[in-house]
């Protein structure tokens, strides 16, 4: 089935408008995944009984701090819950080595926080919605096929492949990342892992090289921060393996993908082709940055966003 395709106006140049915190509450959860603890916000709207709940997981290394809460906090406000949650070894969930970007343990992680939610009176575990940015919008596609059983996905800008990351390294950048990948599973073994930077400074190999891109995702950082600005280079050999969706028929709930035809990361073309596979998919198109969602874009993003909820819940 073919998706259906809105192409936005250009986005206006403001950040997000912040609800009053009488609107909503929130809470820390914690859920086993394999063995490991990991943390999790609960934001719940207030007067709302049992409501539908937004399961939500941010970008390539990052923490749930970075980008996600003021998301959260306007499901909220329009009477939907959102379940903001770290990966294993990432922010306050346990684990190690920290930072680690793993696709196959990170999606056991979204399964992990469904089973957790599905056990709690508070909210309607029926009406689960998988919300993902970048890495995470292609793990909640993938996590959404294989539960079944989830009301709803939503992929911001998803990363559907790994390339991203070699893209524009060259071949003689492209082989020095797959030697750090190299270093780091040997070194791990004896003295700890070798890490890489995931956006740097310009001086040193990065995740990231693009300074646009690099200057992007140091904006999602919250000031005063704890996060460590490295990851293990086992990421690149994980990465250039990935494809976050074999069988996009799989995916048999309705599907919103939002993407950037200025995204270089999540390139806009790609996430089209994906939508006409998918068998119930709503695509929108911004002219934006991958970023750009997280500001200036907002507003129109999650605009497109609770009038999709609405429509599934």
């Not at 206006?12 to 929130?26: D, I, K, Q, T, V």
């Not at 080595?97 to 508070?122: C, F, K, T």
């Not at 956006?199 to 995740?207: F, Y």
């Not at 929108?284 to 999709?308: C, I, K, N």
């Amino acid at each position: 089935m073919s998706a259906w395709r809105h192409r936005g106006e250009p986005p206006a140049a403001r950040g997000p408008r912040r609800p009053s915190h009488f609107e909503y509450s929130r809470v820390s959860l914690t859920f086993d995944s394999e063995g490991t603890n990991c943390a999790g916000w609960l934001y719940r709207p207030d007067g709302v009984e049992s409501p539908p709940v937004v399961v939500m997981a941010g970008e390539l290394a990052a923490e749930r701090r970075f980008g996600l809460r003021p998301c959260a906090e306007r499901l909220a406000e329009a009477g939907y819950a959102a379940f903001l949650f770290d990966y294993r070894n990432t922010g306050d969930s346990d684990g190690e080595p920290r930072n680690l970007v793993a696709p196959d343990a990170q999606v056991a992680d979204w399964h992990a926080a469904l089973s957790g939610l599905r056990e709690r009176d508070e909210v309607d575990s029926r009406s689960l919605v998988l919300w993902g940015a970048g890495l995470s919008g292609g793990y909640a596609l993938r996590a959404a096929a294989e539960d079944g059983r989830v009301a709803a996905a939503v992929a911001q800008n998803p990363m559907l492949d790994g390339t991203a990351v070699t893209r524009g390294r060259g071949v003689k950048g492209t082989l020095a990342a797959l030697a750090a990948g190299v270093r780091d599973r040997l070194q791990s073994r004896f003295f700890g892992p070798y890490r890489v930077p995931v956006i740097g400074d310009g001086s040193s190999m990065a995740v990231f090289e693009d300074p646009g891109v690099r200057a992007a995702y140091r904006e999602l950082v919250p000031p005063g921060s704890a996060w460590r600005d490295e990851t293990p280079a086992r990421l690149f050999h994980s990465l250039l393996r990935y494809r976050a969706l074999p069988d996009p028929e799989a995916v048999t709930c309705p599907t919103l993908l939002v993407s950037g035809t200025r995204d270089d990361l999540a390139p806009a073309d790609a996430v089209a082709d994906l939508a006409d596979e998918l068998p119930d998919a709503t695509l929108v198109e911004l002219p934006a940055g991958h970023f750009d969602h997280y500001d200036r874009a907002f507003e129109q993003t999650f605009g497109h966003l609770l009038s999709f909820l609405r429509t599934v819940r």
